[in-house]
């Protein structure tokens, strides 16, 4: 559509701008002090649906952070789409790592590096300025809603109360979500899957108070030893977790998939260099896409406990602290990997040592069908302005809302992600190419051409 | 002596007062940003040296952080003893631990609570006052050289030059410390060896920057649970360091030691309900007083790695740290271990990681006679002020200049510990009792005079 290129590449300065501004605003969801931010965020993606051509658009409080909601209705009888995303962002930490400050947006060499470039808010931002370029082209053929949570880094604990008292507010034909990635602009993909999570923490205390490691030293269980122990005994020599009853409930995918997932390019001396790694790791009988799409994994994300300072401290400590969380796949339930994770981290601890463990919050995996209108209508507009028919993948990370949508609304959900794998998504120095951002904008206005042109 | 007594009694609270001040400076030796304290302190103590009643005091730079020499000779041909004491102390946090601030002494429940309070400052006190008692009583029978440094807690590293270029200078007959503790006012005891330390920093770095643990959790190693691993393989079943060649050098003590040391007092009941611990922790084979005195010990005094903050942030980290440390005893080396360890972390690394391994300080283990003229003259002199005769017992920590003192000075050492184990050294609330810092005071002078006695 000549109209659409057109109108793009008269305001795409002002796109870039107006989402660098957005990309200011430090919207941490996981830290308190953030809390004003958050407040400040919400209403500019209010502002920002307005301006791009909006009916309505509304702020509606949680018991946490806001959702704002959006929608432009041309006709009720039109199809519906409901575009999710978020405006939250993941803690920034560690700051020493960034080459230029996470909410003090830097182009160069043509990516955009910020905290929320990619995740979300930039790939949440094309389809606002998709939103635009519909309307002032008057070209809109479908009717698009808008929910967009400030929850979603932190497990989206008020979105479910939020969704299921909304019903009909969020009534659509199908879900999009353009929260995740592609392989790369020379071979798009689409995800049809992600992974669920389960995140607890550890807290393991031995002595009620630090000590002096020579006066007690050798006498008192060092909490950080235990800890050690009981993280060291959660894989065994082939990487598989030993966790029991953690993988009772994997469903292992058709052959003909994992065949069709081999096809998808990979090539591990580029993959290894990227990262700095000698060698890769990972569960014994599975391939590196496999490991980080199929199968269910365990991480510890973060460890604490004695002295960090400076020097040298000789500190036996009081406690050892750490965060863990473990990727599902279908048919395993968070919920209930989430009570064996706790349960098991308390039963393995030694009689030394007391145990405190507690659950930051979870999702489950969710399966996205390949025959739907939705799906069909993605790809269609990949295949447009890609000149490439976009390969279906499983994806690695989560998006704990999907199976609750589906519950709730009864809809499919389907994903276009823009960014990379590469992006440095929750890491220092996060960026988001401005190619994929542009060719997002150019792309999701044809899903909603073909998703009503299917219906 | 009837002349001390009253002139302590007179001038108490003024001990106290001046006590108090010099725990108010924050001269933590670890931290650069406390260079400027360090001096403060130092000039501090050579004040009161002088208060005390030396003939010269003089504060020497070193290529870290000075130490201070004060002298008081009344007769060449009179026996010298040369106390020595660290004015530096230990980093304070965690902060948020501590009841009261670390640097704004408080006295509660008969307790002085401060970082610094028992280790050393509060000890090395004791001294200075002992000294101005015998000189305004004019009952001084000995010399008496101070050596107090400011780089005990980092490992002493410029002290050995120091003394090496001062041998004349430092020249005594025995060299007094009162840097320990003893069992409790009840059952005074002297300690006859301290064991050695080796501390080292290892750190495991994995990929080259933290990654999103969604993305390539499961298929890149995360250096906390290689860490944990590298850890957790240090201890085996029976709690026994496993690490090849660490217990090569070990002597055991003689059996008759082994059974004069089971007869000092012990309650587990009572030293588990102060830990806070259901069960103890050790090598199998050995009492609680064994494993903290004459076995060497292998602990971790600090990790972190990941998130560490408020919330759940779903990383796969870069990095992994941990402080380790070793206790050892005769006729182990320091240097010797040092290198084992360092060595060991760097030859366990899979090869998933890279291992970077350095060393912060280290301390050679001593034993010191129980038939010298020195100790005769201690245990003579606790005797006198406690109505019982000192058990001879092991300490766990670690002078790191015993050994180099002997060495350098050819002189043998004796310690006077007036601390308790139970004063939270190195950690929150340190604390020394008002009771055991005037017993100090009352105690020393008479080691004075039994050491001229017995010379």
Not at 246 to 272: C, G, H, Q
Not at 387 to 398: F, L, N, Q
Not at 410 to 419: A, D, R, S
Request: charged share 25%.
């Amino acid at each position: 559509m000549q109209v659409w290129k057109e109108y793009q590449e008269k305001n795409k300065d002002r796109f870039l701008d107006e989402l660098l501004q957005l990309l200011r605003i430090p919207s941490v969801s996981a830290k308190s002090e953030h809390k004003e931010d958050m407040l400040i965020c919400a209403e500019a993606v209010k502002q920002r649906l307005y301006e791009a051509g909006v009916d309505t658009a509304t702020i509606y409080t949680t018991d946490g952070h806001p959702v704002v909601y959006g929608e432009k209705i041309i006709d009720p009888n039109k199809p519906t789409v409901l575009v999710y995303g978020h405006y939250d962002v993941q803690p920034a930490e560690p700051l020493e790592l960034w080459n230029s400050g996470p909410f003090d947006p830097v182009i160069k060499d043509g990516k955009i590096f910020a905290r929320g470039s990619c995740d979300d808010k930039g790939q949440v931002y094309m389809h606002i300025k998709a939103l635009e370029i519909l309307v002032k082209t008057n070209t809109l053929t479908s009717n698009i809603k808008f929910c967009i949570e400030g929850e979603e880094e932190i497990g989206s604990p008020n979105l479910g109360k939020f969704v299921s008292s909304h019903k009909e507010l969020l009534k659509a034909d199908c879900i999009l979500i353009s929260d995740s990635s592609m392989l790369s602009l020379d071979t798009p993909s689409i995800d049809i899957g992600v992974r669920g999570l389960s995140y607890i923490e550890v807290e393991v205390t031995g002595p009620n108070r630090d000590l002096h490691s020579g006066v007690y030293g050798g006498a008192v269980a060092n909490p950080i030893t235990i800890l050690a122990k009981m993280i060291a005994s959660c894989h065994d020599e082939n990487n598989h977790i030993t966790i029991p009853g953690f993988y009772d409930d994997v469903t292992m995918i058709p052959d003909e998939e994992r065949k069709l997932m081999s096809k998808a390019p990979f090539n591990e001396t580029v993959y290894k260099e990227d990262l700095g790694v000698k060698e890769l790791w990972g569960e014994k009988g599975y391939t590196t896409n496999e490991r980080t799409g199929i199968r269910p994994t365990l991480e510890i994300n973060g460890i604490w406990g004695g002295y960090e300072g400076e020097g040298a401290k000789t500190v036996l400590p009081s406690k050892a602290t750490a965060k863990i969380s473990a990727r599902l796949v279908p048919d395993q339930s968070s919920i209930k990997i989430t009570q064996l994770l706790l349960e098991h981290f308390k039963k393995i601890a030694p009689p030394y040592v007391s145990v405190n463990a507690f659950e930051h919050h979870g999702g489950e995996p969710y399966i996205t069908p390949i025959d739907s209108k939705a799906y069909k209508a993605a790809a269609k507009a990949i295949e447009t302005t890609f000149a490439k028919k976009p390969i279906p993948v499983r994806g690695g990370g989560s998006i704990p809302i999907c199976s609750l949508f589906e519950k709730e609304l009864g809809i499919k959900i389907v994903f276009m992600g823009f960014g990379l794998d590469s992006d440095n998504l929750h890491s220092p120095n996060e960026k988001f190419n401005l190619e994929n951002f542009y060719k997002g904008i150019e792309t999701i206005p044809y899903f909603h051409k073909y998703f009503t042109e299917l219906s």
